[in-house]
């Protein structure tokens, strides 16, 4: 079975390794703090053999040149982002595939927040590793796509199994959860996933992952499609209903 460590690093990261007990093979996804990569491998007792990169972002790929000198792994990368990113071994795109020892994993073109970002969707594990793209109740900032371009990438991910589990790279969700609440007031399950945020983060506990059940019920990036956020924010498409989501959300206090 798949193991899957979970761990914070730099204000609000986190981050992943992800081992396949029966090769031995372990990957980072991301690598925004190259120390804490390493000081939790060992802790675990697992040897890093790769790092696939969601993006450019130097909180996601800034630990891999580190990382590599010490371990001697091997990077992946999305393609449109590699020219940014330090040591890249082997670039890849939608539709190409990765391999942790018996586990397959599928990329799938996410762009949006970068124009390359990726997610790497291992469906034998039913999971999803999804960077920035996408957060619970949230996605990420808009910084180099285009609303059509990040809502076909959010489609992807909508095409998923609802079941998978999705990994996203930060503790955004309580801030995410009020402005959802403003964008969709009238949803129910937003309401009840919204206190079970706020009662997890008073003690502590993190809100990552989610699921993409959840999130296809209550997150508003992904409902941009529906008729109560289409009437409620504008737009005569569901790109165009997102980009009033991404820009309200951007000035949202």
């Given amino acids: 079975m798949l193991q899957i460590h979970q761990f914070p690093c730099l204000s609000d990261n986190y ?9 031995g093979e372990t990957t980072c996804i991301d690598t925004p703090d190259a120390e804490a990569y390493l000081r939790e491998a ?9 790092i696939w990169n969601t993006h450019w972002h130097p909180d996601h790929a800034g630990g891999n040149e580190a990382i590599k000198a010490a ?22 795109t939608q539709g190409d595939t990765v391999t942790l020892g018996s586990f397959t ?21 039913a999971t999803a590793f999804v960077g920035d793209a996408l957060f619970p109740l949230g996605c990420g900032r808009m910084f180099e796509g285009t609303p059509d371009q990040f809502w076909a990438s959010l489609s992807r991910l909508k095409a998923l199994p609802a079941a998978t589990t999705l990994y996203s790279a930060h503790e955004y ?12 007031p009238d949803n129910a399950a937003l309401e009840s996933y919204a206190a079970k945020v706020d009662a997890r983060r008073e003690l502590g506990q993190w809100t990552v992952p989610t699921t993409l059940e959840a999130e296809l ?12 956020l ?14 009033a989501l991404r820009a309200a959300k951007d000035t949202f206090r």
């Fill in 15 to 23: 981050g992943f390794l992800v081992h396949d007990p029966a090769s």
């Fill in 42 to 50: 060992e802790a675990q007792g697992w040897t890093i053999t790769q």
């Fill in 71 to 92: 371990t001697g792994c091997t990077i992946t990368a999305p393609a449109t982002d590699a020219p940014k990113i330090a040591a890249v071994d082997r670039t890849v």
């Fill in 105 to 125: 994993a599928d990329v799938i073109d996410v762009g949006g927040h970068t124009l390359g970002h990726c997610a790497y969707y291992l469906p034998q594990a």
């Fill in 173 to 184: 969700t309580q801030s995410n959860a009020r402005f959802a609440l403003h964008a969709d």
């Fill in 217 to 228: 019920a209550a997150n508003p990036f992904l409902r941009a499609d529906s008729p109560a």
């Fill in 230 to 243: 289409q009437e409620r924010w504008g737009g005569n498409s569901p790109p165009e209903t997102f980009a």
